[in-house]
């Protein structure tokens, strides 16, 4: 409720600074303007902001976690285990198997690095997902396609990697003029692409609904007139029920974002696949 209170207050700010009315959102959203060096290549923005608070609280919270671990967890520390063990049980154990540990810190980081970049959306006074600003997306997943490629070579040699990936066994010869450049497409170059999408899409929309339906409210209640004030009441209802939709997304979008780079990374270090 306090971050529907926010998002309401916001609403309205934004329309008392444009002069009033109904301003439907736009991508200007997604661009604050800068507050530290400005015009330069290190401009700093709230978007930027934000990403680094989240990262400093994940930061102070695994520490904390961590740093004097006792044999029976309690408090902080059993936060962080249940924290560690839901990757590994749901995502790295399940696809990974005995290959799991060694990825474990990066696709546990991934995934809480995630869902704390992606429910900054609907934390009161933030009110803007990191992830739905194309920077963050298209670097995870660049990193993403680097380390299952690297993972790939690694455990196959570069040679039957590529063979594998371009040349699927069991396929006549004349049809590789077909198979191999589309593997190739889908398997280099369009795997990063559509990690990026996939999470990039997702949270500018959920963002875009919630000012949608915040300034729909924050117009029909302070600037319509007569019945016309009623309408205040399903838009500020429909607001509330995104917000606890937006919840759901920002995890299903960091499991899923984790859960892919897993089975990529699988089937790179894999023999056959």
Request: hydrophobic content about 55%.
């Given at each position: ?12 700010a ?32 709230r ?7 989240m ?5 102070v ?20 285990e ?18 799991g ?54 455990a ?25 450049p ?92």
């Amino acid at each position: 409720m306090l971050n529907t209170i926010a998002n309401f207050k916001s609403a309205f700010a934004l329309s008392e600074g444009d002069g009033g009315g109904f301003h439907a959102p736009s991508i200007s959203e997604f661009f604050p303007g800068p507050i530290l060096f400005k015009d330069t290549a290190f401009e700093f923005s709230r978007i930027n902001m934000i990403g680094m608070i989240m990262t400093v609280v994940l930061c102070v919270f695994f520490v904390a976690a961590f740093r004097k671990k006792e044999f029976v967890p309690r408090g902080i520390q059993n936060l962080g285990e249940m924290a560690v063990e839901f990757v590994e049980k749901n995502i790295i154990e399940e696809i990974l198997g005995h290959k799991g540990p060694r990825y474990a810190v990066y696709l546990t980081s991934m995934f809480w690095l995630l869902l704390a970049f992606n429910i900054t959306g609907i934390i009161p006074f933030m009110n803007i997902a990191v992830t739905s600003v194309i920077g963050l997306p298209l670097l995870l997943a660049v990193l993403s396609w680097v380390v299952f490629n690297v993972e790939g070579i690694r455990a196959n040699g570069a040679g039957h990697y590529f063979k594998n990936n371009l040349f699927p066994a069991g396929v006549p010869i004349p049809i590789y003029l077909l198979v191999t450049p589309i593997e190739f497409v889908s398997t280099f170059i369009l795997r990063p692409v559509t990690l990026t999408i996939r999470l990039l899409a997702n949270m500018m929309s959920g963002h875009l609904l919630l000012v949608l339906f915040f300034g729909a409210t924050n117009y029909f209640l302070l600037e319509s007139a007569g019945i016309m004030k009623l309408v205040a009441i399903p838009s500020f209802f429909m607001g509330f029920v995104f917000t606890l939709f937006e919840i759901l997304v920002a995890f299903l979008q960091a499991y899923i974002f984790t859960l892919l780079t897993a089975v990529y990374i699988d089937g790179a270090t894999s023999a056959e696949h």
